[in-house]
């Protein structure tokens, strides 16, 4: 099976929760990292999404350890609507 990974930056300008924790991250860009398999049998090229996975803490935020949060892309929408950015991962704009 063929896969790819697409690495993006999203930015918050506001603090954000997502539902697997129990404390909200702060403002910042923040790596989104998207796993997709390649649909088979087809008569043209197609991935399927497999993975979303968000890289904690922010970007810019010195941290020799990095932690990668399973989430999902109507979750991550879902945040970036409530900050008022206007991006929407799930239609494949990001910032």
């Given at each position: 099976?063929?896969?790819?990974?697409t690495?993006?930056?999203?930015?918050?300008?506001h603090?954000?929760?997502?539902?697997?924790?129990s404390?909200?991250?702060?403002?910042?860009?923040?790596?989104?990292?998207?796993?997709?398999?390649?649909?088979?049998?087809?008569?043209?090229?197609?991935?399927?999404?497999?993975?979303?996975?968000?890289?904690?803490?922010?970007?810019?935020?010195?941290?020799?350890?990095?932690q990668?949060?399973q989430?999902?892309p109507?979750?991550?929408?879902?945040?970036?609507?409530?900050?008022?950015?206007?991006?929407d991962?799930?239609?494949?704009?990001?910032?």
């Open positions: 099976m063929t896969e790819r990974t690495e993006t930056e999203i930015t918050f300008t603090a954000f929760r997502l539902e697997s924790l404390e909200p991250l702060e403002a910042g860009t923040y790596r989104l990292v998207v796993d997709e398999e390649l649909i088979e049998g087809l008569s043209f090229t197609a991935y399927r999404r497999v993975a979303t996975h968000l890289e904690i803490p922010a970007i810019s935020v010195a941290m020799a350890r990095r990668f949060l989430v999902s109507s979750e991550i929408d879902e945040a970036l609507a409530r900050d008022g950015s206007g991006t991962i799930g239609q494949g704009r990001v910032s």
